[in-house]
Each structure stands twice: as structure tokens, then as C-alpha cells.
Nanobody, 124 residues
Framework: QVQLVESGGGLVQAGGSLRLSCAASGRTFNTYTMGWFRQAPGKEREFVAAISWLSGNIYYADSVKGRFTISRDNAKNTVYLQMNSLKPEDTAVYSC?????????????????WGQGTQVTVFS
């Protein structure tokens, strides 16, 4: 069992930056693939980024490539999402998720555990 708690969301002007954190409980955290997803009002949940358990494989959605960086610190049981050059269209609830598979999945259904999410609002 893995429990995930996100933090770091907030209100930011377009062009600004935020760093999201996802703290995980559970001794096997470092064996999970971790992902970040987001969901804007009235829209489907959208893949943002994923990172393998040894950080050797990383994958980003095209919409955030070059602006967002996913990383993890297995010693701290934490995964991060550094978001730069934020745009109003990045406004959403951001959630982290854990996947027991070693494959980097982009579909939410592949992930086994989810956090509650943190709101990110970007204004112009």
C-alpha cells in the first residue's frame, strides 16, 4: 500500500514557476514508477510526466516538454514536478500517482495509487 500527498500548488502569474512535491509512504516507494497527471474543470484527466524508479526513464507530455521537469528522491520518498514558464492553460488540479509496473504508462488506468491533488492556477 502506498499513500501519496501532494503539496506546492498555488496561484501564480503566467511565466512564473511552481514546484510540486508528492510525499509517499510505504517502504517500496523506490520500486514504483511515478507519474503526474492534471485535470482541468470539465476536462479529462491528462498525463503530464512519468519517471521510472531509478530515474533512468522519463517521459513528458508534449504540452509540457521543455517547461516541466519531473524528478524523484527515493531516500526522501518524494517525487517532484518543477513547472516553469507556466501558462493559463496549465491551470488544473495536479495529482501524483504510483504504478507498480516498470513500464512508463501515460494512461491513468495503469496507475495503482493516487494522491488527492493540489490546485495550480495560472493567471495572465
Amino acid at each position: 500500500q502506498v499513500q501519496l500527498v501532494e503539496s506546492g500548488g498555488g496561484l501564480v502569474q503566467a511565466g512564473g514557476s511552481l514546484r510540486l512535491s508528492c510525499a509517499a509512504s510505504g517502504r517500496t516507494f523506490n520500486t514504483y514508477t511515478m507519474g503526474w497527471f492534471r485535470q482541468a474543470p470539465g476536462k479529462e484527466r491528462e498525463f503530464v510526466a512519468a519517471i521510472s524508479w531509478l530515474s533512468g526513464n522519463i517521459y513528458y507530455a508534449d504540452s509540457v516538454k521543455g517547461r516541466f521537469t519531473i524528478s524523484r528522491d527515493n531516500a526522501k520518498n518524494t517525487v517532484y514536478l518543477q513547472m516553469n514558464s507556466l501558462k493559463p492553460e496549465d491551470t488544473a488540479v495536479y495529482s501524483c500517482a504510483a504504478d507498480r509496473s516498470i513500464v512508463l504508462h501515460t494512461g491513468p488506468i495503469e496507475y495503482d495509487y493516487w494522491g488527492q491533488g493540489t490546485q495550480v492556477t495560472v493567471f495572465s
